[in-house]
């Protein structure tokens, strides 16, 4: 019996498709993207049929689904936090990852924009980067490469925008490194940038901007607050494209003992320029004498109680969505005027079932996940996709009810695929949030057989699979992601069935368990690596622990690890 594996090795990277192997993480980790990528290993297969071994496995489930870019035409850009950029023309039955030809990480994208005027014109930022691309995204320029992203996330929000006349002036609500201004204008599609606004958007982190089609003169943008500099963010408006900006609300400066200081998250306006924009104290709707005149703008809360709203939108009919974050439900609400809202019941279906879940899960928790951005369906309005913590979700009777969405444009981190000693067609693929997921007709199907997930709703991240020379035992090592603290299941079944493991000797440890491996010949006897931590007040325990019987621990290596 024998095994080929086509490897395909570049200075920069590894590159298999959806799945990018950095050298910085090839020591200890991968991060998998959107549809985790297995090689196929097959029994006797020649060296010829081994020329293209790598097949798609969609796990249907993301680290963060996080939003949309959408075309009129109906074309998608979906994006999310780890796993990057894809393209549907569908709906979302079908995606297609957008990032093969990048050789340097950007899958941790935070926006992206698709010109009104031609569907192949698209740009994202992806981790300190900035990309645009003239064909749909199977090539890619890079433009920008100091961007700060993680202090400039703010979730529900639109930062990255073309004009909408103008194909190739592209706008940026993003600080950069060594820059003081957070707001940029580019002309010619990225190519080169100036600062906008002055003073406005340095004292305060532009977060989200929007342009009024009927009126692409009448720009605005939502801030926040820069520590040392701003004790509020608000609304800025310019009816002149940008040349002067007039600030019409801050909450009167008054901050929420929750939410701090005023920010606003994302702006919609309908074609009758109802204006609504979403805040961390709530929705607030502007009305104006005169839209030319920002002097007479008139901002006023909505019936929300102060809470953080991550996003508004507007629908076909003009009414508005807004996005409500809560931790066991989730309750958005609908509003015709903008200013009276109302609570949409929503509920989630098991219509569909991932793998990593089960349908009395679904059933049990009713929690759809998603939060942060919803688009329509261009040729049915009553079809809905939201974003979303697990995948991205879908409803087809306007919002009423919702399933969660395979197809593929999600991902999570893929920490380590462990191949079964004697049956080739297995694989097991160790992940966060997920847990283990297992494979068992070498990735032919595209689809996964079971994951420890049904057995345990919980967040666990395992680092390691570790199975026995049978496959019949599998031992998942890593960390309850929900507490910080370390976790071991174990299957004694192929992964059919599973339970915990309750060590005694292992310490307590807030990284869990970094690394492992088993004994070839018993199940019983493996090692573990526990990480270390410099969180105060957090257990921190670091070293390397053995057990023979598979409960008991005892640390070895001495000081060493």
């Known amino acids: 019996m024998r095994f080929h594996v086509k490897k395909v090795f570049r200075p920069q990277s ?92 950007a899958t941790f994208v935070s926006a992206a924009t698709v010109h009104p005027t031609d569907a192949n014109r698209v740009a994202f930022v992806g981790n300190i980067h900035l990309y645009t691309s003239t064909d749909a995204g199977e090539t890619w320029t890079k433009r920008l490469s100091d961007l700060n992203t993680l202090p400039d996330r703010v979730r529900g929000s639109t930062k990255l925008l073309y004009h909408p006349t103008q194909a190739n002036e592209l706008w940026l609500a993003n600080s950069r490194i060594g820059q003081t201004n957070s707001l940029w204008r580019s002309t010619d599609n990225g190519g080169s940038w100036a600062p906008i606004g002055g003073t406005a958007f340095v004292n305060e982190r532009a977060t989200t901007i929007h342009f009024f089609p009927a009126a692409p003169n009448e720009m605005w943008v939502g801030t926040e607050a820069i520590s040392g500099l701003s004790t509020t963010g608000g609304l800025w408006c310019s009816v002149d494209s940008g040349a002067t900006w007039t600030k019409v609300w801050n909450n009167g400066g008054a901050t929420t003992t929750y939410y701090g200081a005023p920010r606003v998250h994302s702006i919609a306006r309908n074609a009758s320029r109802v204006s609504v924009f979403a805040t961390n104290t709530g929705v607030w709707r502007v009305t104006a004498s005169n839209w030319n005149t920002p002097s007479t703008y008139v901002v006023t809360q909505a019936t929300f109680p102060q809470q953080s709203i991550p996003n508004v939108t507007t629908l076909a009919d003009g009414t508005f969505w807004a996005s409500e974050i809560g931790d066991q439900t989730w309750a958005p609400k609908v509003s015709p005027d903008g200013i009276t809202w109302t609570d949409r019941q929503i509920t989630l279906t098991n219509a569909y079932v991932p793998e990593w879940t089960t349908a009395a899960q679904i059933t049990a928790s009713n929690r759809v996940y998603g939060r942060d951005m919803l688009v329509q369906d261009v040729a049915n309005p009553n079809r809905w996709l939201l974003t979303g913590g697990a995948s991205a979700h879908l409803s087809e009777d306007n919002g009423l009810t919702w399933r969660y969405q395979p197809g593929g444009m999600s991902g999570i981190a893929g920490w380590r695929t462990t191949f079964d000693r004697v049956n080739p067609n297995r694989a097991y693929l160790a992940s966060a949030d997920r847990g283990i997921f297992i494979v068992t007709d070498a990735g032919l199907s595209g689809q996964t057989a079971t994951s420890s997930r049904q057995a345990f709703d919980e967040l666990h991240s395992f680092h390691e699979a570790l199975v026995s020379a049978d496959g019949q035992t599998i031992v998942g090592a890593g960390v309850a992601q929900s507490i910080n603290r370390t976790v071991i299941i174990r299957s004694t079944n192929g992964g059919t ?45 670091p070293g390397l622990y053995r057990t023979t019987n598979g409960t008991s621990f005892a640390k070895v290596g001495g000081t060493t690890f």
Request: net charge negative.
């Open 14 to 105: 590894l590159s298999f498709s959806g799945l990018k192997i950095y050298p910085q993480q090839c020591c200890s980790w991968i991060h998998a993207l959107g549809k985790l990528l297995l090689i196929c290993l097959l029994a006797g297969v020649s060296s010829a049929q081994a020329q293209t071994p790598y097949r798609d496995i969609s796990l249907d489930c993301g680290g963060w689904v996080s939003g949309f870019a959408q075309h009129p035409s109906g074309r998608l850009y979906g994006y999310g936090d780890i796993f990057g950029l894809y393209r549907s023309d569908d709906f979302g039955a079908n995606w297609q990852f957008l990032q093969n030809s990048l050789t340097e990480g």
């Open 497 to 541: 069935n599973w339970s915990k493991i309750t060590p005694t000797g292992l310490p307590d440890n807030h990284e869990g368990i970094q690394r492992a491996v088993m004994s070839l010949n018993d199940p019983n006897d493996y090692l573990v690596l526990l990480g270390y931590t410099d969180k105060a007040g957090e257990p921190n325990n």
